[in-house]
């Protein structure tokens, strides 16, 4: 798998955006990216994933840059609950379906 | 979306004993299961691959005789911590897709809390 690099931490108002940034310079044309999120003593929550283009759910928004060596995690309006470490993973088919973590992003939002 | 049970959420045992954790996915079949092990402020490290019908694949530096994995069924998978001391005491958690190949989701359990006395 790309190996990715995310900050150490970073802080957020309450109700404003959160942009979680994810350098991955190494990817391959075939790798996903992958956003998950870990609250303090618990597993790890699915948050979106994408190939090439910018992907939205409702929790979040994918930004992929055109050549797919970096990419940005939204949380359009941060809320408490939101404070929790934030994977960015890249995943290729021929690893199937394990996910590998590196140390992601402490994100604290505060009122 | 799908979920993942885990059972026990905690336990503590005396070291030399072996402890069992059990991973469940509850409206799904998972043919492939992964278990995590994480350390106190520390990131998810990968142990092993569960596989129904078949032996598991181990990371690199895990002991195959130490955590022991089966995966009787489709939707149930097991590690056992064998002959448990202090060092292993960790939070354990298991994973699995719902659909094979990499555009989907994986979904997490919980996690087991794991204190080796």
């Known amino acids: 798998d790309a190996k990715t690099t995310q900050p150490p931490s970073m802080d957020c108002a309450e109700g404003r955006a959160a942009n979680l940034p994810c350098n991955h310079s190494?990817?391959?044309?075939?790798?996903?990216v992958y956003w998950y999120r870990q609250i303090h003593s618990q597993g790890p929550q699915y948050i979106i994933h994408?190939?090439?283009n910018n992907e939205t759910n409702e929790m979040a928004s994918l930004i992929i840059t055109e050549d797919r060596k970096s990419s940005t995690l939204i949380l359009p309006h941060a809320t408490l609950r939101d404070t929790a470490v934030y994977y960015c993973?890249?995943?290729?088919?021929?690893?199937?379906?394990?996910?590998?973590f590196g140390a992601g992003t402490i994100l604290r939002v505060k009122s | 979306g799908a979920v993942v049970s885990q059972h026990p959420s905690w336990v503590i045992c005396k070291s030399g004993t072996s402890v069992k954790i059990e991973c469940r996915s509850l409206d799904f079949q998972a043919t492939t299961m992964f278990w995590y092990r994480q350390f106190p402020k520390q990131s998810l490290m990968l142990m092993a691959t569960s596989n129904e019908g078949s032996k598991a694949t181990y990371e690199q530096g895990v002991e195959k005789d130490k955590f022991l994995i089966n995966h009787a069924s489709l939707t149930l998978s097991t590690l056992t911590v064998t002959s448990a001391h202090p060092e292993d005491s960790s939070f354990y958690i298991c994973s699995a897709p719902a659909f094979p190949g990499p555009d989907n989701e994986q979904f997490f359990g919980p996690g087991t809390r794991l204190t080796v006395l």
């Open positions: 994408g190939l090439k």
């Open positions: 993973i890249v995943r290729a088919p021929e690893y199937g379906n394990k996910l590998v």
């Open positions: 190494t990817i391959s044309g075939n790798e996903y």
